[in-house]
């Protein structure tokens, strides 16, 4: 009976133990953005802290005081048709982002599951109903916001 109480003892359980216990903060700096459309890079690090923020139990801080960091490059944006009327005019679009990210402790030692991570999201969207290529490309920077938090779990 005490070997099966001793066996459970470091069995932890709950969200807090999905993540790295010997990291506290993290810091994102500005994510670049190879794209020419504006503001991408803005949006999607505004989105990946509160992400952040509400999924981890790690603390954004400043660059000096930070146990982690966690870098992300937009390499490409793209819009495309993906269906069109009986004229031509773009019925159905398609936006989509890749994104490069990569998350190390002090000395540089990854932390992910992978050195340097590749997230790809696309999303259809249709103009005639009052989508826009904004509202497309907000869709995508939260679902990929999400998708580097998820990265940031400890595998199993």
């Not at 359980?13 to 670049?32: D, K, Q, W």
């Not at 505004?46 to 790690?58: G, R």
């Not at 936006?95 to 340097?116: C, K, Y």
């Not at 696309?122 to 990929?144: C, M, R, W, Y």
Request: proline letters at 6%; glycine letters at 6%.
């Amino acid at each position: 009976m005490i070997g099966a109480i001793a066996g459970c003892k470091a069995y932890q359980f709950g969200a807090p133990t999905l993540h790295n216990c010997t990291i506290r903060s993290v810091y994102v700096p500005m994510i670049e953005s190879d794209s020419f459309r504006r503001f991408l890079g803005p949006r999607l690090t505004e989105a990946v802290i509160k992400q952040i923020e509400l999924d981890t139990p790690f603390v954004i801080a400043a660059p000096e005081n930070a146990d982690s960091f966690l870098v992300a490059k937009i390499l490409r944006d793209t819009k495309s048709v993906q269906g069109e009327t009986i004229n031509d005019d773009p019925r159905v679009l398609e936006a989509g982002i890749q994104v490069e990210v990569t998350w190390t402790d002090r000395s540089g030692n990854p932390l992910s599951q992978r050195q340097l991570i590749r997230i790809s999201r696309d999303v259809d969207f249709i103009p005639e109903v009052g989508q826009s290529l904004t509202t497309a490309h907000q869709e995508i920077i939260n679902k990929i916001a999400s998708d580097i938090v998820n990265q940031m779990e400890t595998p199993w």
